[in-house]
């Protein structure tokens, strides 16, 4: 009865576990509803590899890329507001956005040492859907980099 009860319990618990990983905010589900990745640009320049992963992105979307620039601190809240998708900036190793974003792999790496900035994807903690994707298409096109 015991076993019984155990193989009861989680089959039910992995009935529950239809989408993992999941997105709280949904923002995979809204890209492919919307066809729209919103994105942040912290700077007037995009290297070819950041170019390379928006590109990418649309096309396994079906999506278009909506582009707004700015500074990165506003960018950053607007990805925390659900106003944007992802924000693509040249941050330091050390930055202290790591704690509030989840960082994608290195697109690109300037300078060394304590003058190393490295061109990353930022999204929003816990869309981890769209973090896997966004993860998986940045290793596609700059494998190299990190």
Known sequence: MKKRVA???LLLSLAGCDALPRDPGG???RVRQS?????????DAMPQQARALLAALAQQEG???ELRR???????VDLDADRLDLVIAEVAKRTPWKKLVAPGPTLLVHGE?????EWRA????????WIMQ?????????????
């Open 122 to 129: 930022l999204m929003k903690n816990g869309e981890n859907r």
């Open 113 to 117: 040492g304590s003058e190393r900035t």
């Open 35 to 43: 066809h729209t990745i919103r994105v942040g640009l912290a700077d």
């Open 63 to 65: 999506a278009r890329i």
């Open 27 to 29: 923002t995979l589900d």
């Open 7 to 9: 193989v009861l319990s």
């Open 70 to 76: 700015g500074s990165l601190e506003p960018l950053i």
């Open 134 to 146: 966004v993860e998986q298409t940045s290793r596609a096109v700059a494998p190299e980099a990190s």
